[in-house]
Nanobody
């Protein structure tokens, strides 16, 4: 059974940090491009960061220099390190794995507020 399970979300003050995890099972994780998306209330889901099979990364302009995407293929887990969080980063964060098929996690809530 294919699964992507996100964790690590929560409430954090502006300027704080969180690390999201995405645990994969049921498919060969290392062969898939991994991405993180987010969706804020009333807004469309947007791409935050992508990490290719070969290790190339891309980030949305709004998170460059603050977020870092990574993966541990031995642990079948992807990560999103988020630093210097801002209120506008508040959203549900989703991980996605794509090869010829695309799989999504259920999402984890990140709330940045004082």
């Amino acid at each position: 059974q294919v699964q992507l399970v996100e964790s690590g979300g929560g409430l954090v003050q502006p300027g704080g940090s969180l690390r999201l995890s995405c645990a994969a099972s049921g498919f060969i994780f290392r062969r898939y491009v991994m991405s993180w998306y987010r969706q804020a209330p009333g807004k469309e889901r947007e791409l935050v960061a992508t990490l290719s099979v070969g290790g190339s990364t891309n980030y949305a302009d709004s998170v460059k220099g603050r977020f870092t995407i990574s993966r541990d293929n031995a642990q079948n887990t992807g990560y999103l390190q988020m630093n210097n969080l801002k209120p506008e980063d508040t959203a549900v964060y989703y991980c996605r794995a794509q090869n010829n098929l695309a799989y999504w996690g259920q999402g984890t809530q990140v709330t940045v507020s004082s």
